[in-house]
Structure formats: C-alpha cells, structure tokens
C-alpha cells in the first residue's frame, strides 16, 4: 500500500479529526512544485524576519494521547525514518510535514509546531505547512492569535484555499466570537473563488 496513502488512514482513523484531516493532507501530493522553489536563507519567519533554527531532530517524541501500541510503534518508526533523512538534508519540505504529522498524530504538538514552523520557514510561499498550524492552535494548542497568523499566511500564498477559508471563519465565529470578522473572511471567499466557493456562499446565507 502507498505510504502516504497508510499514513491518511492511520491519522484518518485515530485522530477522529474528519474533514480536518483532508485538510492538512489534500495538498500534500503537491509537495514536489512547493520543494522545486527558491529556498529563503535557512531558518528566517516570512512574516516577521526572526530567525528560526532547524528544530532538534533528536528530542524525545512526547506521547501524550491514548493510542492502540502497534499504532504508536508504526508512527515513531516513521518518524525515526524522516528523522533520519532530515539529518542527512534538512531541506526536504515533505519530509518536515510528514514530521508535524506524525507528531501530532501521537500528541506531540510542540514537536508538531517546531516541524511546520521550520517548514514555513524555507518554503514561505507554501499553504500546506501553514494551514496545519492554524488547525493546530486552533484545536490543541489553543493560541488563537497564532492560529489567525497561520491561516492568514496560507490565504495569502493560496487564496483558492475554500477549506482555510473555512477554518478562519470558525475560528473568528466559535473562538474570537467576532461576527464581523467570520462574515468578511466569508465574503472574501467567495469574492476570489466565484466557481467553486457554494458551500462558503450557503455559511454566509445561513449565518
């Protein structure tokens, strides 16, 4: 079976997240053009210049949910693999999100958080690693401001996102509870995606 496809399933199956999962995952068979671009100078925040140093690829794996063993033991195998190839090339943009999701999977989300972070940070113009962490500070960590600067860094670099239009507008909804805001990000959906944006339109019809 394909790996990628094994590791939807495995997430797909234990993290119980539905939809979310789709949308950390239904862009990474476009990992190949996102590696192909320039690289920034390792380890610079495209939002804020910081410098972000490549995470530590040797600190412990914190397993912190309840999962069956053999789920746990095929994860951290996994991750020792990816670990290891980052260690040998740590500008394998795939490789530092397959890392956060693994991760995350086993509820390790600062691990998570390091490896998506980093991935922004070489690859600033990507979606992917940006959407996942605007879910997971939205869902685990719990840091709505950073869960906002992450969707918004994802809208930006990929504005035909309906899913991270999505997210933004219950984010602002359910967690900041700003009408105004939910509404607008709704509008602007479905201003820069005329043809494919029905089910922001029915959200917005339906507030």
Known sequence: MNRKYLSFLIIFGFLGLGASVFFIWKDFSKVSPIRSQP?????????????IKAPDLDGPVNVTVDLPAVTVEQAKETITRLTASLKKNNDLFGDWVELGLYRRLLGDYGGAAAAWEYAGAIRPKNSVSFNNLGDLYTYQIKDKAR??????????????SIMA??????????????????????????SKNPDFSQRLQYLLDNY
């Open 165 to 190: 239009y999505e997210k933004l507008y219950e984010l602002y909804r359910y967690i900041f509870k700003d009408d105004k805001k939910a509404k607008a990000v709704l509008k602007e959906g479905v």
């Open 147 to 160: 869960a906002e600067k992450n969707y918004l860094m994802a809208l930006a670099n990929d504005p035909a």
């Open 39 to 51: 690289r920034r100078d390792v380890g610079v925040a495209p939002d804020q210049g910081a410098v």
